[in-house]
């Protein structure tokens, strides 16, 4: 499958609230075009650990994870819970790759959803695999990182955060 052309900030569909999927033949083809995407942008950009469908204009609720050696396809995730503990980070997104923003995430979570094939699962996680998790669910509700920011404060240039990461940029 061929890596296809990320929708970038300010493109409508990224506000879009994505829809279950039923047709698992469809979720294959599209968590197949999700992984070639990350991997692209990844040789291009040198970071990526997840996609959206709505990313590639696919407003389908499908994620494709690639974390510390092990791939995620999520289809039809859902919350079974949010741990109530937060932790902050510079949270940046391949629609706005030059962008990074300070915002607050659960410490863990809880999902249940389908495998590519429609077989129910579950997942726990805590730390950077909750939080990309999390961003990752937002994107299928329409909420972009710069949504949660901190406050007006919390933006910074990948290439100033990169500049700066020596003095340990955190608020």
Not at 77 to 99: N, T
Not at 121 to 150: F, Y
Request: glycine share 6%.
């Amino acid at each position: 499958m061929p890596a296809r052309r990320i929708l970038q900030l300010g493109d409508p569909v990224l506000r879009e609230v994505s829809c279950p999927v039923a047709d698992f033949g469809e979720a294959r083809a599209i968590l197949a075009d999700l992984a070639d995407t990350l991997h692209e942008f990844r040789r291009v950009h040198g970071f990526g650990r997840g996609i959206s469908a709505i990313q590639i204009g696919e407003p389908r609720r499908i994620i494709y994870i690639e974390f510390e050696g092990a791939a995620y396809s999520l289809v039809n995730p859902v919350y079974e819970r949010q741990s109530p503990e937060k932790f902050r980070l510079w949270d940046d997104c391949f629609s706005f790759p030059g962008l990074l923003v300070y915002l607050e995430r659960s410490l863990s979570v809880a999902l249940r959803y389908q495998d590519e094939n429609g077989r129910a699962r579950a997942l726990e996680a805590t730390g950077p695999l909750s939080e990309l998790i999390q961003h990752e669910m937002d994107h299928q509700d329409g909420i972009l990182a710069i949504d949660r920011a901190i406050d007006r404060e919390s933006y910074c240039t990948r290439e100033e955060y990169e500049r700066t990461a020596s003095k340990a940029i955190t608020r």
